[in-house]
């Protein structure tokens, strides 16, 4: 049986979340490389955790191209530049 895509809203609610952990990883990654180094174990595991979900939302969104090619909306992994702001 075929798997069924997800819809535009299933991946604007998991933009979302994926947006919210970022920004919890960023404020995490600057507290241990600021307290610790970026270059200690904690600062390289953060920075790798960080990436991860950056690789994640870069695979989501094209998936979310060939899923709903009639659909597009940019905004929902990569939102507005305003809204990155807010999670620092």
Same mark, same amino acid.
């Given at each position: ?17 994926? !947006?919210?952990?970022?920004?919890? +990883?960023?404020? &995490?990654?600057? #507290?241990?490389?600021? %307290?610790?180094?970026? *270059? ?9 955790? !960080?990436?991860?979900?950056?690789? +994640?939302?870069? &695979?989501?969104? #094209?998936?979310?191209? %060939?899923?709903?090619? *009639? ?18």
């Amino acid at each position: 049986m075929p798997r069924q895509p997800m819809t535009l809203v299933e991946h604007r609610e998991l933009g979302g979340v994926l !947006l919210m952990i970022r920004g919890t +990883l960023l404020r &995490a990654y600057v #507290e241990l490389s600021d %307290r610790y180094g970026a *270059t200690s174990k904690a600062g390289r595991t953060s920075d790798r955790a !960080l990436r991860a979900v950056d690789d +994640l939302r870069s &695979a989501l969104d #094209e998936q979310l191209v %060939r899923d709903l090619p *009639t659909d597009l909306d940019a905004t929902v992994y990569y939102p507005a530049e305003r809204m990155a702001v807010r999670e620092l």
